[in-house]
């Protein structure tokens, strides 16, 4: 392993991790990922780009609950990554807290206890909210090798991508956000 540059930010927590044409791991092949948290232990995000097969009615009945909302009944539920695909998260903004709530920055959260989805289902959750199922995990100094690799870069969080874009919109609007046309990265990655 190489060592880890100096340059890299103590954290990488509330930052956008947008997968490199290079990166051929099926699990991240053009995705774009939250990180969550991020210190010397490793790093925990959700991937933001990749639909699921389920809605949210679907994971909220298997929770004995229903949506009143049958908008909501219908959001799409994320494959936030490989990592606990049976659990449920959920990243939102607002600043109330919940029984298992994670502080992202920037006024996102991670919750992970079944009382947001309650609220939810009653119409009084977050006004932004994505569910996954699963998420992602690097190892202490993964998340930086990888960087170092070439496979990722990175981007500042960002509300609109996260909860507003079509998910399909969100690889390519990431790098746009550092002024990259993504799709027109070489899909080799190396060293001088």
């Given at each position: ?25 099926p699990n ?32 909220l009945a ?78 202490a100094g ?51």
């Amino acid at each position: 392993m190489s060592p880890i540059p100096a340059s890299f930010p103590a954290s990488f927590s509330n930052q956008l991790l947008i997968a490199l044409p290079a990166l051929d791991d099926p699990n991240f092949s053009r995705s774009v990922a939250l990180i969550c948290q991020h210190d010397d232990e490793g790093a925990m995000g959700v991937v933001v780009n990749r639909a699921s097969e389920y809605s949210l009615g679907d994971v909220l009945a298997q929770m004995n609950l229903e949506a009143r909302d049958p908008a909501l009944a219908n959001q799409i539920v994320l494959n936030g990554g490989p990592v606990h695909p049976e659990r449920g998260f959920v990243l939102h903004d607002g600043e109330r807290q919940w029984d298992s709530t994670l502080a992202i920055g920037g006024g996102l959260a991670l919750t992970t206890s079944r009382d947001i989805l309650e609220a939810m289902a009653e119409g009084e959750g977050p006004a932004h909210v994505v569910v996954a199922l699963g998420c992602a995990g690097w190892g202490a100094g993964q998340l930086e090798y990888e960087l170092g690799e070439n496979s990722w870069l990175t981007a500042p969080a960002d509300t609109e991508l996260l909860f507003a874009l079509p998910l399909e919109q969100r690889w390519q609007a990431a790098g746009g956000r550092l002024g990259i046309d993504i799709t027109r990265v070489t899909d080799y990655s190396g060293h001088a």
